[in-house]
């Protein structure tokens, strides 16, 4: 879609305190995978075997934003797909660990668990990827549509793009709660274009912004661009993640805000942006004013960025909570 069709589409505005129910619970509609990460070292050196360590666990981007809402002390519910493979159990069994309600979830027998294999060096910072997700192509328009009412019965629904396009286009289409974004990739965040006027918040990190508002993100004024073009494409909310710079925060009316990152020694990144997407939707469950609600989404990523998992601790993110609760009283 082009900038000049975007700009054109017509906006449907939602007041979070009208229409965010603390009682219902979050729909989290996406990907579960199987993550196997390696971790170099030393430098890494491409075409050649890296001494390292390689350790296995549940992950996937929609999984790790419900676990984190769950942390964050949200009710929460899955829609994904699930294989009948070895992985199926541990994925029931982590999801009930953290309560999160996945009746509403496919099951896809002989397909494999979506894998997800990376590659860090020695500071944590995720060097290649290689993402196998075709069970999640199971998550069409008809399994959709077959799930609407219980989608619509939600406070809100938080979908990633690991969704194929025309599934995107339907769950937007049709969802008559907020929507809430993770755009995933540079590659996959393209599948957002169409439906940006039907987003309510996002979180991009800055090479997504740079594909979906088409503007370069050099400094802190080219961000505050991209951020209000996303606006101007009918986002309500755009928490745009400048990484250990920090965030950039613009919404409808309201003034553009950056918040600068904490300098923080990293165990690994790979569940930052994860954690701050969960940030960002809890946020709007809670009494938070929009620099406030900047601050949570960033604390939670910087938090995330410091220990070694790739979901905050419960522990952790109960005192994020309590220092929130606290600043207000």
């Known amino acids: 879609m082009d900038t000049g069709t975007q700009k054109q589409r017509k906006s449907t505005y939602i ?106 060096g020695p500071d944590g910072e995720m060097d290649l990827a290689v993402c196998d997700a075709e069970i999640l192509k199971a998550l069409d328009e008809k399994a959709l549509e077959a799930r609407m009412d219980i989608i619509n019965a939600s406070g809100a629904v938080v979908l990633d793009t ?31 274009k169409p439906v940006l006027s039907r987003i309510f918040a996002m979180k991009p990190n800055r090479l997504e912004a740079e594909v979906l508002s088409g503007i370069a993100i050099r400094d802190q004024s080219s961000a505050a661009e991209a951020a209000t073009a996303l606006v101007e494409f009918g986002v309500e909310h755009v928490f745009l ?36 997407t969960a940030a960002m939707v809890r946020s709007f469950f809670l009494p938070m004013a929009s620099g406030e609600r900047a601050g949570f989404v960033l604390s939670a990523g910087t938090l995330a960025v410091s220990q070694k998992e790739t979901v905050l601790r419960r522990t952790e993110a109960a005192k994020l909570l309590n220092k929130y609760q606290k600043e207000r009283s």
């Not at 194929?164 to 957002?192: G, Q, T, W």
């Not at 409808?252 to 165990?267: H, Q, Y």
Request: hydrophobic share 45%; with cysteine.
């Open 241 to 276: 993640s400048l990484g250990n710079e920090g965030i950039c925060c613009a919404a409808r009316g309201e003034e553009t805000v950056f918040l600068k990152a904490d300098p923080v020694d990293a165990a690994c990144v790979n569940g930052a942006g994860d954690a701050a």
């Open 15 to 120: 007041e979070p305190a009208a229409c965010f129910a603390p009682d219902l619970p979050i729909m989290v509609v996406g990907g579960i995978n199987a993550d196997i990460q390696a971790r170099a070292d030393g430098p890494l050196i491409m075409r050649d075997s890296n001494p390292g360590r390689v350790s296995s666990s549940l992950g996937g981007v929609g999984f790790n934003i419900a676990r984190n809402l769950s942390c964050l002390g949200a009710d929460v519910r899955m829609m994904s797909a699930l294989s009948s493979d070895r992985w199926a159990g541990l994925i029931k069994k982590e999801a009930a660990g953290y309560g999160i309600d996945l009746s509403p979830s496919l099951k896809v027998h002989g397909a494999a668990t979506s894998t997800y294999v990376y590659i860090c």
């Open 162 to 192: 690991n969704l194929e396009e025309k599934a995107i286009r339907f769950l937007s289409e049709n969802c008559r709660v907020p929507l809430f974004a993770d755009p995933v990739s540079v590659i996959k965040a393209a599948r957002l």
